[in-house]
């Protein structure tokens, strides 16, 4: 059974989770940043047992993914990590529906209903 967040409890959560996200899309950027040194790297490492710059990734690779394990630990749902979406379930009239946060907003400003998504995002003063 999913947590359910009201309001309050989902801002509450964002305090903890932003600075989360902000290490998230910090290694993204570093990851994407390297890619183009990451094959000739694999490729040299499989024939001489390793590689300084293969294995630096590899430890951002297993940040990320502690990091994005914390999130998720605390209920929130990664909608989407390259635009830093997150969603956090929540109760609107009986029925399930999303507290929604994109990395760079500030408090939780919008809401959508389940099928919507992104695109159907509504201002918090209609939640």
């Known amino acids: 059974m999913p947590r359910y967040f009201t309001l309050q409890e989902a801002n509450e ?69 390259n635009l830093g979406l997150l969603d956090f379930p929540a109760l609107k009239d009986g029925r399930e529906v999303y507290l929604c946060w994109q990395y760079g907003e500030g408090e939780i400003a919008f809401w959508h209903e389940v099928e919507a998504g992104f695109a159907g995002r509504q201002p918090i003063e209609s939640f």
């Open 13 to 81: 959560t964002l305090d903890t989770i932003r600075p989360l996200m902000e290490d998230v899309q910090q290694i993204r950027r570093k990851i994407l940043e390297d890619q183009p040194e990451a094959w000739p790297a694999i490729e040299k490492s499989a024939g001489n047992g390793g590689n300084r710059a293969l294995s630096n990734m590899v430890q951002d690779f297993e940040r990320f993914d502690a990091l994005i394990h914390r999130i998720q630990q605390a209920g929130v749902l990664i909608k989407d990590v």
